[in-house]
């Protein structure tokens, strides 16, 4: 279970893919995931962890709750 704080790239892929997200796939300037209707973009590797703030973006985006995030 992986909790509502700064998080790697890498995990963060692997904890999308447990909630039924498939990708990433190449875009334009970003890389992407989609589930069924869900599309979204996510951060390019970089160094560092992802941010508290951009994961809740993202987990907004991707229509996630906070509980279901947390249960993976």
Do not use: C
């Not at 692997?14 to 796939?25: H, I, N, T």
């Not at 951060?43 to 809740?56: M, T």
């Amino acid at each position: 279970m992986p909790p509502l704080g700064p998080i790697k790239r890498r995990d963060l892929i692997a904890s999308l893919k447990k909630l039924g997200f498939s990708g990433p796939y190449s875009g334009g300037k970003h890389e992407f995931m989609d589930r069924e209707d869900v599309t979204m973009t996510i951060p390019n590797p970089h160094r560092g962890d992802i941010s508290l703030a951009l994961l809740k973006v993202i987990l907004r985006q991707a229509g996630i709750s906070r509980k279901a995030w947390e249960r993976v």
